[in-house]
């Protein structure tokens, strides 16, 4: 059993940033591609970032490409996500996700298929 368990979210005000977390246990998640979604009231779960097991193979969204990094932390089992020049339609409810142990092909880490434990999620606001 894995358990994913995001924090950080908050309130922030239009330009501002923050720096999301996602923590591990029951696996060890630099051995498995993580990615980061979003979902909005009333819209689908979309893909936001990934990084690959190497720590230096990233792919963003490419409606938040240049304001996110996502990195991880390998000693402390955890991915994290840091957003900034943060809009209000970044407003949504923020999940990492483990992705299963084959992933074919790049393009399917915007997949929620690819994935297969999610956590909680963490809510991000922006205020106008």
């Known amino acids: 059993q894995v358990l994913l368990v995001e924090s950080g979210g908050g309130l922030v005000q239009t330009g501002g940033s923050l720096r999301l977390s996602c923590a591990a246990s029951?696996?060890?998640?630099?051995?498995?591609?993580t990615g980061w979604f979003r979902q909005a009231p009333g819209s689908e779960r979309e893909f936001v970032a990934a990084?690959?097991?190497?720590?230096?193979?990233?792919y963003y969204a490419d409606s938040m490409k240049g304001r996110l990094t996502i990195s991880r932390d390998y000693a402390r089992n955890t991915v994290s996500l840091q957003m900034n020049s943060l809009q209000p339609e970044d407003t949504a409810v923020y999940y990492c996700?483990?992705?299963?142990?084959?992933?074919?092909?790049?393009?399917?880490?915007?997949?929620?298929?690819?994935?297969?434990?999610w956590g909680q999620g963490t809510q991000v606001t922006v205020s106008s």
């Open positions: 996700a483990k992705g299963k142990t084959t992933i074919p092909t790049m393009s399917s880490l915007r997949l929620l298929s690819s994935y297969d434990y």
């Open positions: 029951g696996r060890t998640l630099g051995n498995y591609v």
């Open positions: 990084i690959l097991p190497n720590g230096r193979s990233t």
